[in-house]
């Protein structure tokens, strides 16, 4: 397996539900971060969250850390069809590590 | 708010011939990057460059790619013999810090066909 992984693959909701991702990793980390990315374009930073937090918030946006398991989710409350995209994981994977690795991604689809 | 920009947005070129991605990063940040993206698939690293040398780059990046900041605003990717697999999208991104540290702000990307 590779060394951000996001479960589910792609997930379809109603409008007004919430909206769960989730990302493993394999290697110790310093910080995660999560990242949208709006069909054809770059990717948006949403989230940094430190390898000694355990949760955090910004906006409609929880994420939470558990370095034990390895693992991160990206909640997002109350979705609207605007946060129809694909979102990442990202880790560094080593210490002094100059690249952020990505996940493959989870493909979300609010409908309206 | 500042931002990266890519140019050209989209490229079409003939196998084996040079294409040269242009990116003009954030002008404070000190960090530089290229990533890709095939169709569909995840995005992947191509190379790190920092303080005008590579920091680190992927198996993906070899002899035929190249990275050079000419003049301390542009941030160039030159492939030098595209093939066909060579076909991605291709992101800029910048970071103030290193990248654990720091968020990567990324371009648009530009549209690499190779036909």
């Known amino acids: 397996s590779q060394q951000g992984e996001e479960d589910p693959q792609a997930l379809s909701i109603q409008e007004g539900e919430n909206a769960t991702m989730n990302c493993s990793y394999k290697?110790?980390?310093?910080?995660l971060q999560w990242y949208r990315q709006n069909s054809g374009r770059g990717l948006v930073h949403l989230i940094l969250?430190?390898?000694?937090?355990r949760e955090k918030h910004s906006g409609r946006l929880r994420v939470t850390l558990d370095t034990s398991k390895k693992s991160s989710s990206l909640l997002i409350t109350a979705s609207r069809a605007a946060d129809t995209a694909s979102y990442f994981c990202?880790?560094?994977?080593?210490?002094?590590?100059?690249?952020?690795?990505f996940g493959q991604g989870t493909r979300l689809t609010i409908n309206p | 708010e500042p931002e990266v920009t890519q140019t050209p947005s989209h490229q079409v070129t003939q196998m084996g011939q040079e294409v040269i991605l242009r990116c003009v990063p954030i002008?404070?940040?000190?960090?530089f990057y290229w990533y890709r993206q095939i169709l569909g698939q995840k995005v992947e690293f191509l190379v790190s460059?920092?303080?005008?040398?590579?920091?680190?780059k992927s198996e993906i990046f070899d002899d035929q790619f190249s990275v050079e900041r000419p003049d301390g605003s542009n941030f160039t990717l030159k492939i030098r013999s595209t093939k066909l697999e060579d076909s991605a999208m291709y992101f800029c991104?910048?970071?103030?810090?290193?990248?654990?540290?720091?968020?990567?702000?990324f371009g648009n990307g530009t549209r690499l066909t190779v036909t």
């Open positions: 969250i430190r390898s000694n937090e």
């Open positions: 991104a910048s970071s103030r810090e290193i990248p654990y540290n720091s968020p990567l702000h």
């Open positions: 460059f920092y303080n005008n040398e590579i920091s680190e």
């Open positions: 990202a880790t560094d994977v080593r210490q002094g590590a100059q690249k952020l690795v």
């Open positions: 290697t110790s980390i310093n910080n």
């Open positions: 002008s404070n940040h000190l960090y």
